[in-house]
């Protein structure tokens, strides 16, 4: 079974780790997992954020959960308030797509919760199952440029009826 939870302390190791397969081939090197994690849990940074987890019940009193993705929308203190970066971190090699959809799912909920207008992605040029699947649910991408080594392009979408909902973060 899947379910989104709020993140618990316990679970930052596999999200970074989980990034870091998807935007760094699976280096887990110099620290580039703490740099991931600490830049989700800067105070600098306005968010709302969850993780899916796959839940397994034996009967006993605590179900084993192993975290499957990360969503989370963010922006900075200074930045525009109806403008949010979106994550989406999870498993794009999985065809089934159920974890993708759920985790979308849920960051359609939290933008219409902070009333936002648009919402977009910094995202690996060559990632090409991630791509599809945002662009395939209304994410324009931009022409390729490169950062760092790395070929990138930013997607964005307007919420239009999303942004019917209360302003606020939880």
């Given at each position: 079974?899947?379910r989104?939870?709020d993140i618990r302390?316990?679970?930052?190791?596999a999200?970074?780790?989980?990034?870091s397969?998807?935007?760094?081939?699976?280096d887990?090197?110099?620290?580039?997992?703490?740099?991931w994690v600490?830049?989700r849990?800067?105070p600098?940074?306005?968010?709302n954020?969850?993780?899916a987890?796959s839940?397994?019940?034996?009967?006993?009193?605590e179900?084993?959960?192993?975290?499957v993705?990360y969503c989370?929308?963010?922006?900075d203190?200074?930045?525009p308030?109806?403008?949010?970066r979106?994550?989406?971190v999870n498993?794009?090699?999985d065809?089934?797509r159920e974890?993708?959809?759920m985790l979308?799912?849920?960051?359609d909920t939290?933008?219409?919760?902070?009333?936002?207008?648009?919402?977009?992605?910094?995202e690996?040029a060559?990632?090409h199952a991630?791509?599809r699947?945002?662009?395939?649910?209304?994410f324009?991408?931009?022409?390729?440029?490169?950062v760092?080594g790395?070929q990138l392009?930013?997607?964005?979408r307007?919420?239009?009826?999303?942004a019917g909902g209360?302003?606020?973060?939880?």
């Amino acid at each position: 079974m899947l379910r989104i939870r709020d993140i618990r302390e316990p679970d930052w190791r596999a999200i970074a780790h989980l990034a870091s397969d998807a935007v760094q081939e699976g280096d887990h090197s110099d620290g580039i997992d703490d740099r991931w994690v600490e830049n989700r849990r800067s105070p600098d940074r306005v968010r709302n954020h969850a993780v899916a987890v796959s839940v397994i019940s034996d009967g006993s009193v605590e179900p084993d959960e192993t975290v499957v993705g990360y969503c989370g929308i963010e922006r900075d203190v200074g930045e525009p308030r109806d403008s949010y970066r979106v994550f989406i971190v999870n498993d794009w090699s999985d065809p089934s797509r159920e974890v993708a959809e759920m985790l979308l799912a849920h960051v359609d909920t939290m933008l219409r919760e902070v009333g936002a207008r648009t919402a977009w992605m910094r995202e690996v040029a060559d990632d090409h199952a991630l791509l599809r699947f945002v662009t395939e649910r209304g994410f324009a991408a931009s022409a390729p440029y490169g950062v760092a080594g790395k070929q990138l392009v930013n997607l964005a979408r307007t919420c239009g009826d999303l942004a019917g909902g209360a302003s606020g973060q939880r």
